[in-house]
């Protein structure tokens, strides 16, 4: 499996930014996807997450209302819209996807449950 991702960059706070993740190598369309970022100096953290049909989504508490996960299976890309960018979103952003269709909801948020990371796009807001 393959994650390609993109749409990072410089931003202003307050801007929006569409980050999409191509993905390749097996069928799209069964796997719950998330989005996770790394600040320099931190551990990597979740940001979403969206179950195959894109009927059931989950947002880091910090991220709820600002930013939306969403997929086009037609397109095996998953995307993140981040809206009212913050200083404290810069980070590098990366997309993930697990080896099992069956991975539970109630794991979603966790780093270790995802086998196929993409190689990371930044992003950096300046406020």
């Known amino acids: 499996v393959q994650l390609q991702a993109s749409g990072g960059g410089l931003v202003q706070a307050g801007d929006s930014l569409r980050l999409s993740c191509a993905a390749s190598g097996r069928t799209f369309s069964t796997f719950a996807m998330g989005w996770f970022r790394q600040a320099p100096g931190n551990e990597r953290e979740f940001v979403a997450a969206?179950?195959?049909?894109?009927?059931?989504?989950t947002y880091e508490d910090s991220v709820k209302g600002r930013f939306t996960i969403s997929r086009d299976n037609a397109k095996n890309t998953v995307y993140l819209q981040m809206n009212s960018l913050k200083s404290e979103d810069t980070a590098v952003y990366y997309c993930?996807?697990?080896?099992?269709?069956?991975?539970?909801?109630?794991?979603?948020?966790?780093?270790?449950?995802?086998?196929?990371w993409g190689q990371g796009t930044l992003v950096t807001v300046s406020s």
């Open positions: 993930a996807a697990p080896m099992t269709s069956r991975l539970q909801s109630s794991n979603w948020r966790f780093a270790s449950a995802y086998d196929f």
């Open positions: 969206i179950n195959w049909s894109g009927g059931s989504t």
